[in-house]
Antibody
Framework: QVQLVESGGGVVQPGKSLRLSCAAA????????FHWVRQAPGKGLEWVAV????????MFGDSVKDRFTISRDNSKNTLYLEMIRLRAEDTAVYYC??????????????WGQGTMVTVSS | DVALTQSPLILPVALGQPASISCRSS???????????LNWFQQRPGQSPRRLIY???NRDSGVPDRFSGSESGANFTLKISRVEAEDVGVYYC?????????FGQGTKLEIK
């Protein structure tokens, strides 16, 4: 079954760190680029980061640049988002999103169920 | 960043009636290869977003043919020919022509 399953969310204090994971199944992981997209409670969608299918490029939204890192482990079919120096405004549901195969233009073809991150003291 | 402006933000529609959502871009979304990377997403209450339309007018697998996408200049439209109860939710347009990818504010479709 083709799926993306996020994990690692939770409640964290401001200034602390958290790592999200996204386990993929049912397709050839290394053929696809992936994004993280977040949604603050009651708000719209905000793109966070991308890693290309071949790992050759990573980009970040301005609001998370220098604090978040995206990586992938093709041997484990897993995508990661490492978040440091977390702020209250990072509170959101974080979605793992898959692109179309072997492309670099964002398509957001498939979405995981999301994992909630709450930054609060 | 490219701004996408959706209208209306709230769309009350009676069952069986048509619905139309507009998405206006702050600049042309035509990529250097001639393609236009404008997609539409549906987010039902309590669910993750789901892509409905890609490349202006191409329906994703499993999407009912009552959903259609079109373009007129830098204005894009999502149409639902006959609204059903399962169509309730928030609809977003999104552009992937320029980095960073950006979304419209969302249009909440509700049953009148």
């Amino acid at each position: 079954q083709v799926q993306l399953v996020e994990s690692g969310g939770g409640v964290v204090q401001p200034g602390k760190s958290l790592r999200l994971s996204c386990a993929a199944a049912g397709f050839t992981f290394s053929d696809y680029g992936f994004h993280w997209v977040r949604q603050a409670p009651g708000k719209g969608l905000e793109w966070v980061a991308v890693i290309w299918f071949d790992g050759s490029n990573r980009m970040f939204g301005d609001s998370v640049k220098d604090r978040f890192t995206i990586s992938r482990d093709n041997s484990k079919n897993t995508l990661y988002l490492e978040m440091i120096r977390l702020r209250a405004e990072d509170t959101a549901v974080y979605y793992c999103v898959r692109d179309q195969p072997r492309t670099v233009t964002p398509a957001f073809e498939m979405w995981g169920q999301g994992t909630m991150v709450t930054v609060s003291s | 960043d490219v701004a996408l402006t959706q209208s209306p933000l709230i769309l009350p529609v009676a069952l069986g009636q048509p619905a139309s959502i507009s998405c206006r871009s702050s600049q042309s979304l035509v990529y250097s290869d001639g393609n236009t990377f404008l997609n539409w997403f549906q987010q039902r209450p309590g669910q993750s977003p789901r892509r409905l339309i890609y490349g202006i007018s191409n329906r994703d697998s499993g999407v009912p043919d009552r959903f259609s996408g079109s373009e007129s200049g830098a204005n894009f439209t999502l149409k639902i020919s006959r609204v059903e109860a399962e169509d309730v939710g928030v609809y977003y347009c999104m552009q992937g022509t320029y980095w960073p990818p950006t979304f419209g504010q969302g249009t909440k479709l509700e049953i009148k």
